[in-house]
């Protein structure tokens, strides 16, 4: 697909705030973790079956470590909630730009600019003020897993960027369809409610399907630290949702941490513009 960048960094935005319904509708689903995910996959599968029609799937190994770091990704992040705060997941699995940084200048060859660094650095310090309210101490396995997963989706990152055969949306699809059937087992442990079931068809469709069409759609045509950087948008608008749905209101840490991060964001999009770097991807 000929796609301007401007263009892709408009679908990475509509795929964050698609993700970021994520927190609000898992929250109605009365199952297991391990069974939300897997369902959650499999409808995800499906749609994204209708997007690609006939799908490429070459068994190459950017292919399937795309894949495995999708899955890892996703089963890892539910798990760290389940073991430690919800903020501690989100935090921690945001350092995934860190690994981007260091993955992509070993395995794309991009070079990572000062203002790529100082980008980093701000969004890490705002989405520590962001939650710095809502951490605790005392969840050592569940803040580790919760690491792992942002090293899982700095390797589907650098993955989806280093495709050549098919489309990035192969990859997510295949990540989808293993994430199923390794959570097929979970599925007979109880049977969720109509409630939950509609959740899960929303999580399934929008929050996982197309929202990883419009990423996987969009990421060739931006560098691999853009790729990261814009999705932190996700985290910061739970809490908006959380108050447009239930009343409570963000606190002071957590709107200024996000001005922090919105910002930076803004700014090194401006400044990539006006300087006119070229955008690095794989053909």
Avoid: C
Avoid at 49 to 57: A, N, Q, S, T
Avoid at 126 to 155: C, K, P, R, W, Y
Avoid at 181 to 192: G, K, M, R
Avoid at 244 to 265: D, R, S, Y
Wanted: overall charge positive; cysteine-free.
């Amino acid at each position: 697909m000929n796609m301007n960048r401007q263009k892709a960094i408009k679908y990475m935005i509509i795929a964050s705030i698609l993700w970021s319904t994520g927190g609000l509708f898992i929250k109605l689903v009365d199952w297991n973790p391990m069974a939300i995910a897997g369902a959650r996959s499999g409808i995800a599968a499906i749609v994204m079956l209708f997007y690609l029609r006939k799908p490429k799937i070459p068994m190459q190994k950017n292919m399937l470590g795309g894949a495995l770091s999708y899955s890892a990704l996703l089963m890892l992040f539910v798990s760290a909630n389940k073991l430690t705060t919800s903020a501690n997941a989100i935090l921690l699995q945001f350092t995934a730009p860190i690994w981007v940084a260091l993955f992509s200048s070993w395995f794309l060859k991009e070079r990572i600019r000062k203002s790529d660094w100082a980008a980093i650095v701000l969004v890490l310090l705002g989405m520590f003020v962001f939650f710095i309210g809502d951490l605790q101490t005392g969840h050592m396995e569940g803040n580790l897993i919760a690491v792992l997963s942002g090293i899982a989706m700095a390797a589907m990152i650098i993955f989806l960027k280093l495709q050549n055969e098919g489309s990035p949306v192969e990859i997510t699809l295949l990540g989808n369809v293993l994430t199923f059937v390794i959570a097929l087992p979970f599925f007979f442990l109880s049977i969720p409610s109509l409630k939950s079931i509609l959740a899960l068809l929303v999580l399934g469709v929008f929050q996982l399907g197309i929202s990883y069409i419009l990423y996987t759609t969009a990421i060739l045509h931006v560098s691999a630290i853009e790729a990261i950087l814009i999705p932190v948008i996700e985290p910061l608008l739970n809490p908006i949702w959380v108050f447009w749905f239930t009343g409570e209101m963000p606190g002071h840490h957590a709107i200024f941490g996000g001005i922090i991060v919105i910002l930076t964001i803004i700014a090194r999009n401006l400044y990539q513009t006006k300087k006119g770097k070229p955008i690095l991807h794989q053909n």
